[in-house]
Nanobody, 125 residues
């Protein structure tokens, strides 16, 4: 069984920074794609960022482009999300996801086989 464990969430003032980490343990799955999603209270879970190591590419939601950076180590199944210039609207539970089903779009939360438990990010104004 694969487990994804996130860390690094917390409370920060607007304009501040946080770095989220996600590490996979258990059976290795050799996923080339790892992503971050978030879910704010009363809203649906939404895509934030994804890294595809096989294509050496990253993609971001428009709302975070230029402020967030996804990175990581494919060999270690580890992914990070550096979040700068945080805004109150970034407040949400952030989830790590991995292992996209073949033929699925990695912008959709339905595409992933494995999920972390989530870490809370709260940005105060």
């Amino acid at each position: 069984q694969v487990q994804l464990v996130e860390s690094g969430g917390g409370l920060v003032q607007a304009g501040g920074s946080l770095r989220l980490s996600c590490a996979a343990s258990g059976r290795t799955f050799g996923s080339y794609v790892m992503a971050w999603f978030r879910q704010a209270p009363g809203k649906e879970r939404e895509f934030v960022a994804v890294v595809n190591w096989s294509e050496d590419s990253t993609y971001y939601a428009d709302s975070v482009k230029g402020r967030f950076t996804i990175s990581g180590d494919n060999a270690k199944n580890t992914v990070f999300l550096q979040m700068n210039n945080l805004k109150p609207e970034d407040t949400a539970v952030y989830y790590c996801a991995a292992d996209v089903r073949s033929g699925s779009s990695y912008y959709s939360d339905l595409a992933y086989n494995y999920w972390g438990q989530g870490t809370q990010v709260t940005v105060s104004s």
